[in-house]
C-alpha cells in the first residue's frame, strides 16, 4: 500500500465492516496484534476491539502521548526521540516494532505491531514546528517494518478530524500488509 493508497482511503471504505472482516481474518490465522497510538489517543485500539472476536487477536495498546513514555514504556530510542522529537518515520517504525514485545504475553510477542504519531493540531508541533496534519502510521509484521506517511493537511484545524482519517488509514495498512498466504504473519 502506497502512501497515495491510504491518502486516497476514506470513512466509507474502512468502516466498521472492514474492521470487523479484517478482525476475523487475523483471528482465523490465529495473528495477534499490538498497538502503539500517540496522535489517535486510544482511538485505534478501540476499533481494533469493537468487533467481536478481538480478544483473540489484539494482545493490547499503549497510548505513549508524552515522548518520555514511547522511550520508556515502548521502547523507542531515546537518542532519536531527542534528535527528531515523536513525529519521524523512524519513530513510527519503532514503535510499531517494539510495542510487540512491550506487549508479549507468557513471553510471546504479538506478531504485528501498529502505531500512530503525528501532529493533530489546530497548532504545529511545539519542538519540531511540523504543520497540523503530519502523521506517520508504523506498521510491523515479521521482518518488515514500514512507516507510512499522511498528508491530512486539508483537514489542519480540525483535530477530531485529523485523529479519525488516521484511525481509518490505520486499519486500511493493517488490512493490507496483513493480506497473504495465509501463514502466520
Known amino acids: 500500500m502506497s502512501r497515495d493508497d491510504v491518502n486516497r482511503t476514506t470513512a466509507a471504505d474502512v468502516g466498521p465492516d472492514r474492521t470487523a472482516a479484517l478482525i476475523a481474518r487475523l483471528a482465523a490465522r490465529g495473528t495477534t ?15 481494533l476491539i469493537r468487533p467481536a472476536g478481538a480478544s483473540a487477536v489484539v494482545l493490547g495498546g499503549v497510548t505513549a502521548y508524552a515522548t518520555g513514555l514511547k522511550a520508556s514504556v515502548v521502547g523507542v530510542d531515546r537518542a532519536l526521540l531527542d534528535r527528531t522529537g515523536p513525529v519521524d518515520p523512524e519513530v513510527a517504525r519503532q514503535l510499531a516494532d517494539r510495542v510487540r514485545t512491550a506487549l508479549a504475553v507468557d513471553g510471546r510477542p504479538a506478531d504485528v505491531g501498529l502505531a500512530t504519531t503525528g ?8 519542538a519540531t514546528g511540523q504543520p497540523p496534519g503530519t ?19 486539508h483537514l489542519a484545524g480540525d483535530r477530531g478530524a485529523v485523529r479519525a482519517a488516521t484511525v481509518d488509514a490505520a486499519i486500511a495498512a493493517l488490512d493490507v500488509r496483513t493480506r497473504g498466504d495465509g501463514a502466520r504473519e
Open 135 to 153: 502523521v506517520w502510521i508504523g506498521v510491523a509484521v515479521g521482518d518488515r517494518v514500514d512507516a507510512i506517511r499522511l498528508d491530512l493537511a
Open 119 to 126: 501532529v493533530a493540531g489546530p497548532d504545529p508541533d511545539r
Open 33 to 47: 496484534v499490538a498497538v502503539a497510538e500517540s496522535l489517535t489517543g486510544g482511538l485505534l485500539s478501540a476499533e
